[in-house]
């Protein structure tokens, strides 16, 4: 005959203490884990936030203020800015002097057909980056700067005959700077040279 184990007997209570003290042994591990998961993801969020609340505006630009889709009237400087985490987004714009280079055609004062290539170097006003990046866009030199050179190389040639757009090639290219330059200029585009490349004719 089997003897059975009484409910109160050591051996049984050890074995239950011992259940015990496994399962309360999980349990820390688990809270243990629990809480390094928890910790890492703050530490997390307070890394993206602190990296987002830092921007840098590099040489030759200036920094647009972005805050929650309205653009501010002022502008950051170069170097290290702090700004909202998420709420803010800086825009890049490029101050340094710019190059394009265009081809344009026109109709000289004696009715010849005038194709002529030109070159560009411009920059934008860093107190007017803000505006432009506003009202035009990045995109400024494809909007305005490229319109205004057909408009003024077209409206200067139209003054000279072939004949003096060669021998006066020099006046011709800075009354045509002068013009452009004037045009731009409300809208933040600083002309800096305007050279004329070359100056072909065919009769109309």
Known sequence: MIRKESVFSPLSTLR??????????????????????L??????????AG???????????????????KVSDRVLSEGMHLKVPFAQQIVMMNNKIQKTEIDSNGVSKDLQTVSSGVAINYHINKDDSAKIYQSIGEGYADTVLQPAIQESMKAITAQYTAEELITKRSAVG???????????????????????????????
Not at 39 to 48: E, K, P, Q, S
Request: proline share 1%; aromatic share 6%.
């Open 174 to 204: 800075e009354e045509i700077g002068a013009t452009l330059a004037e045009k731009v200029q409300e809208y933040g585009i600083l002309i800096d040279k305007f050279n004329i490349i070359n100056f072909d004719f065919s009769e109309e």
């Open 51 to 69: 990296t987002s609340a830092v921007t840098i505006v590099p040489a030759g630009h200036t920094g647009v203020i972005v805050t929650m889709g």
């Open 16 to 37: 239950r203490f011992c259940r015990r003290c496994d399962t309360k042994g999980m349990s820390m591990k688990n809270n243990k884990l629990r809480n390094g998961i």
């Open 39 to 48: 910790i890492g993801a703050v530490v997390l969020l307070a890394l993206i």
